[in-house]
């Protein structure tokens, strides 16, 4: 995401690709940059929810390829929405939300990973092993990819493969660890 406050959407891009292969079996590669410029209810790199994109991206009927609508806001600035859109992929109908962190290993564990956002602010130091201690102070929105819940729960970021453990951190699971239960939700997606 580089110097963008565009977490949110790369959250939201994940998990809609994540749904998209669960359900259609292909692998798409969405665009991350239409949701930080198109989302009018959101603040591109100042900020946003997932829940907004997810609305976003059901009015405008699914998301623009990677290759098509390239992320450019890495250098902190927003930009403008394509007045016309490339061709749309993987639709969405809506999305639900799961509560507890048992319910949510349980959908990892049998489904698939889950967007949420927590609290960040500790993890600019981290290079690797479970992190234990952490704040609740919602900050950043990532995506829970794995759950060991004699441990850990396994976490895919948007900073970059250079950081922590490639681009993912390990959370204590049982704790509620940066406050993960915040806000766990998924995508319906539409079906062809």
Known sequence: Q????????FSATEQIESDC?????ETPILSPEQITQCDS???GCNGGWTENAYDYVQSAGGMCSES???YTSGSGTTGTCKR???STSCAITGYKTISGESAMASYVESTGPLSVCLDASTWNSYTGGVMKVCGKSVDHC?????VDTSTSWKVRNSWGTSWGESGF??????????????DPTYVD???A
């Open 169 to 182: 951190i390990q959370l204590a699971y049982g704790s509620n660890t940066c406050d993960i239960t915040n």
């Open 41 to 43: 209810t959101s603040y």
């Open 68 to 70: 098509d609508y390239p």
């Open 2 to 9: 580089g110097y963008c406050g565009s977490c949110w959407a």
């Open 84 to 86: 016309s859109l490339p």
């Open 189 to 191: 997606v539409a079906k």
């Open 142 to 146: 990532v995506q829970a990819v794995g």
């Open 21 to 25: 292969m669960r359900v259609s079996g």
